[in-house]
């Protein structure tokens, strides 16, 4: 079993090339299955997730050919629109096949999403969307089933905002007939590229990055090229090392006003933040101020960094507050923060964090990806050293986290033992 060793590394500095999003390939990748012709996608991450998909597409048919960071998709053999409830269920953003495959064969069969379970995330919004364009939702064991005679354009309202749901109903309604508007949408940054890509194969999408979409129905989508837009989460991680304990880090390759409420945040803290066009350098002082945070949807401070700033936070002398209106329980990092002697607690939903107290490494489990880059901050940080199991679920975000790190000074190392020598972290609590 894998684990991650990360040792005290003093002031950490250096220079990181940001891989394309997570988020926006996920995205992209199952859009491309709307495209009646191949697809040419740049800067895809080299994480599980991809590779899950790689697995669903030999399934239905979908070639893809993955050269580095460039990955072209052939879509035009596609045979089946049945997905094996078992891969759909193995990573969080299957549900993007179910919005394309309906929008290009007026069906489907998934199972349910999986990914970071770590609240639960419900799909009624993506359920909605498909609905009110005139598809029929059955649900089973392990997997739903959808259907349409004709997909007609609908005024679908979101009930609460959702980067997901936003972009499902997108795909879904690309290929409709008429005119659809998607009305409390989501403005994330993966939204737009998505828009951006499809309207780059022929699809008529207006107003991405604003509340309200307008999407004209085309009856198909050509081929095409587009670059995935840079990873904002994992910039912003590494933006937070250099307040650890003190140091220099700049991300390169990003686009910094997809990091705006994170910048802001670390600037509240005593970073000094330095912006070029496609780059952001951090310096910090080993001094850093409590704050509170309050993570929200875009362009608010996001949630999938409240986990990270959290550990940065641990560093901070005084009381800081985060809360997190996403995912209001969004917390598994804190028990295992606890366990290198964080001092947190956690009352009605939000964490309680008293800084500037030292750590001392230790076992520690990350339960979901963010979670990880939580605890690979606070081991940075922490004296002796910390051992991180659940590299399954770093994986899944992270391309070469360990060599990533590497490049800013970090000392941490990718180990291995037998399962049965690892110690029982869930009965060994602090
Ligand atoms: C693969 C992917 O892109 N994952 C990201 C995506 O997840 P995901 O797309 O699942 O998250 P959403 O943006 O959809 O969720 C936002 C909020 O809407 C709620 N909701 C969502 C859908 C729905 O049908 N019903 C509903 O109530 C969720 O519980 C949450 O409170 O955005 C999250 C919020 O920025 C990030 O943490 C995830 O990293
Ligand atoms: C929650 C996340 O991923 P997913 O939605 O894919 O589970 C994440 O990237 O932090």
């Known amino acids: 079993m894998k684990y991650i060793q990360a040792e005290y590394s003093g002031p950490l500095n250096g220079t990181v090339h940001i891989p394309g999003a997570k988020n926006s390939s ?20 080299q994480i599980d997730d991809i590779k899950l998909i790689a697995g669903i597409g030999r399934d239905i048919g979908m070639e893809m050919r993955q050269n580095g960071d460039v990955v072209t998709i052939d879509p035009r053999w596609i045979h089946s629109a049945v997905i094996d ?25 998934i199972g349910f999403p999986g990914g970071d379970n770590f609240v639960s995330r419900p799909i009624d919004q993506h359920i909605k969307a498909f609905q009110a364009l005139g598809a029929q939702v059955q649900f089973f064991n392990d997997y739903y089933a959808i259907e349409a005679r004709e997909l007609n354009g609908a005024d679908i309202y979101f009930d609460t905002v959702t980067s997901g749901a936003t ?17 409390n949408a989501a403005v994330d940054p993966e939204v737009v590229d998505t828009a951006t890509f499809l309207n780059r194969l022929g699809a008529r999408i207006y107003g991405a990055g604003t509340d309200r979409i307008r999407i004209e129905g085309v009856p198909y989508l050509n081929g095409g090229s587009h670059a995935v837009i840079p990873d904002r989460l994992i910039a912003g991680a590494f933006l937070m090392a250099a307040g650890l304990r003190g140091g220099q880090v700049t991300v390169m390759d990003v686009i910094p006003e ?17 912006c070029g066009e496609s780059h952001i350098t951090a310096y910090g002082n ?104 659940g590299v399954e679920h770093i994986e ?12 800013i000074g970090a000392k941490l190392s990718m180990r291995e033992l037998e399962a049965h020598e690892l110690p029982d972290i869930a009965t060994t609590q602090r």
């Open 26 to 45: 996920l995205a992209l990748l199952a859009a491309a299955c709307l495209a009646d012709d191949v697809v040419t996608l740049e800067g895809i991450p």
């Open 85 to 109: 409830p078992g891969k759909a269920s193995s990573y969080r953003a299957s549900y993007y096949f179910a919005g394309a495959l309906l929008s290009k064969f007026g069906r489907v069969t």
């Open 167 to 183: 972009i499902n109903a997108m795909l879904a309604a690309a290929r409709a007939k008429g005119r659809t508007q998607l009305h």
């Open 258 to 274: 997809h990091l705006g409420a994170c910048l802001a945040k670390l600037e509240e803290v005593g970073l000094e933040l330095e």
């Open 286 to 389: 080993g001094s850093l101020k409590a704050t509170r945070v309050r993570a929200g949807m875009y362009p608010g401070f996001a949630t999938d960094l409240q986990q990270p700033m959290t550990a940065l936070l641990l560093q901070a002398r005084g009381k800081s507050i985060v809360t997190d209106r996403v995912y209001p329980k969004r917390f598994a990092h804190v028990p295992q923060l606890r366990r290198l002697g964080a001092e947190i607690e956690l009352r009605q939903e939000c964490a309680f964090i008293r800084g500037g107290r030292p750590l001392q490494g230790g076992w520690v489990h990350a339960t979901d990806v963010r979670a990880g880059t939580s605890l690979i901050l606070a081991g940075l940080a922490a004296e002796g050293t910390t051992c991180i199991t």
């Open 396 to 407: 899944r975000g992270y391309q070469d986290v360990v060599g990533s790190f590497r490049m």
